[in-house]
Nanobody, 114 residues
Framework: QVQLVESGGGLVQPGGSLTLSCAAS????????MGWYRQTPGNQRESVAV???????TYASAVKGRFTVSRDNAKNTVYLQMNSLKPEDTGVYYC????????WGQGTQVTVSS
């Protein structure tokens, strides 16, 4: 059973920074890619940032230049560094790991507000 445990969410003022972590229970080399998704009330989860097995990264246009996805293979952990946060970045952030099926973390709340 694959488990993904997210951490690092919280309340931050506009312009601030947060780093989210997603720790996997197995080697992250088991996955073709891992990513971060965001969900707000009444909306579907949307992709924020993805990192592939080969290390290629892609970002939603709304976060490009502000967010950085990275990984630590030794710790089986993927990170999302979020800078210059805006109120519209508020939401529940979920970690996804994909091989022949999708695995989701439990989500971590990020609130950007003054």
């Amino acid at each position: 059973q694959v488990q993904l445990v997210e951490s690092g969410g919280g309340l931050v003022q506009p312009g601030g920074s947060l780093t989210l972590s997603c720790a996997a229970s197995i080697s992250i080399y088991s996955f073709s890619h891992m990513g971060w998704y965001r969900q707000t009330p009444g909306n579907q989860r949307e992709s924020v940032a993805v990192i592939t097995y080969g290390g290629t990264t892609t970002y939603a246009s709304a976060v490009k230049g502000r967010f950085t996805v990275s990984r630590d293979n030794a710790k089986n952990t993927v990170y999302l560094q979020m800078n210059s946060l805006k109120p519209e970045d508020t939401g529940v952030y979920y970690c996804l790991a994909k091989n022949n099926q999708n695995y989701w973390g439990q989500g971590t709340q990020v609130t950007v507000s003054s």
